[in-house]
Nanobody, 126 residues
């Protein structure tokens, strides 16, 4: 059974930093070969893709987090990370990690991802 467990969320003030982690277990096949992504859902909004990283470590970000967020992966420990800097209240959301067979080259779409974690809350106060 595939399991994704996020951690690292919390409450910070504007300008602060957080590092999210996601440990993946039970995924069949070679972990080096799958796509991993971070998503967030703000109250009243649909879930949106934030960043993704391919098996070749090709990354893709939405415009609003470029230069502030960095996604990375450790294939030995099957862990996905999201380093977040210069946080603003607009970044307040539940953050989820997800896994898919392959990354799309044109966008980060929740519908493309198969396995999901339960989420970790990030709250940024002004």
């Amino acid at each position: 059974q595939v399991r994704l467990v996020e951690s690292g969320g919390g409450s910070v003030q504007t300008g602060g930093s957080l590092r999210l982690s996601c440990v993946i277990s039970g995924y069949g096949g070679n972990p080096n070969e799958y796509c991993m992504g971070w998503f967030r859902q703000r109250p009243g909004n649909e879930r949106e893709g934030v960043a993704q990283i391919s098996s070749l470590r090709t990354t893709l970000y939405i415009d609003s987090v470029k230069e502030r967020f960095a996604i990375s992966r450790d294939n030995v420990d099957n862990t996905l990370y999201l380093q977040m800097h210069s946080l603003t209240p607009d970044d307040t959301a539940m953050y989820y990690c997800a896994v898919n067979i392959a990354c799309s080259s044109i966008g980060i779409y929740p519908a493309d991802f198969t396995y999901w974690g339960q989420g970790t809350q990030v709250t940024v106060s002004s």
